[in-house]
């Protein structure tokens, strides 16, 4: 199990490696999470794929000084596939996951053999919330996160999944990435015109009561995709829908998966 390998674009990132001879599926994590998040996603794709996890700038294992777009990430989970000596992959992303992955996708999409795209979206930050997310980064970083901040975290963000263990974690996180990670969210531009462009498979999965991104965005997200499957909705699931329903989640990629094949 790596840990804090340089990547040639720049960042020192964790990462985790099922192996095998399978198709590549590369899982990138949401927002103040990190590559556990996708356990039951591991669990379930192992069998047929080689599944990897990493953890992006600012999150887990990965550490980063001063700010980052979502296209420097996007060049991460390229370097991460140079460093795999991968030279196509199917790329998942759950949120600012699948930001990254989408920008992937623009970057080279001689790399991408489709997109998994989870409680995500292609627009901007809602402007009515960017100033209240920033506001509590910077509390975050300069007093370290009250009880409140850390339950509105995790409603926004877990909805009806387990909070206690994320909770605990970002308890333990150090204090100065709060504002690196939700500044790059808050900062981020919108690429709804570009979707026209990525043309490789697509599967936009959904949670039906997400509180951070509405289903109106991902009907959005997989209107735009040319070749994107009619959305799926996860009836009951929140932002992280994979966590909080990981059955209903897993068979949608696994169908997906099995049917590019």
């Not at 996860?234 to 099995?258: K, T």
């Amino acid at each position: 199990m790596p840990e804090g390998v340089r990547l040639s674009s720049g960042a020192t990132v964790g990462y985790d490696d099922t192996g095998g001879d399978g198709p590549v599926v590369v899982l990138s994590h949401g927002l103040l999470m990190n590559r556990a998040m996708f356990v039951p996603q591991v669990a379930a794709l192992r069998d047929a794929y080689r599944v990897v996890t990493w953890d992006e700038r600012g999150h887990g294992e990965a550490e980063h000084e001063g700010s980052w777009t979502y296209w420097d990430s996007a060049r991460d989970v390229l370097a991460l596939l140079d460093h795999l000596e991968v030279e196509q992959a199917v790329l998942g992303g759950m949120s600012q996951g699948g930001f990254l992955s989408l920008r992937a996708a623009l970057l080279a999409p001689e790399r991408v053999r489709a997109l998994v795209l989870l409680d995500t979206q292609a627009g901007p930050e809602d402007p009515a919330g960017a100033p209240l997310y920033s506001a509590m980064a910077q509390a975050w970083a300069e007093g370290g996160a009250d009880p409140a901040t850390l339950e509105f975290a995790a409603s926004m963000i877990l909805g009806p999944a387990d909070h206690a263990p994320w909770i605990t974690l970002w308890e333990q996180m150090p204090k100065h990435r709060a504002t690196q990670v939700v500044g790059t969210l808050v900062e981020r531009e919108d690429i709804t015109d570009r979707l026209s462009e990525i043309t490789c498979p697509a599967l936009v999965v959904h949670g039906s009561i997400d509180a951070a991104i509405p289903v109106e965005k991902a009907e959005a997200l997989a209107n735009g995709l040319p070749n994107a499957m009619p959305l799926v909705v996860v009836e009951g699931g929140g932002h992280a829908a994979n966590l909080s329903h990981p059955d209903a989640v897993n068979a949608a990629i696994r169908g997906f998966l099995e049917g590019i094949a």
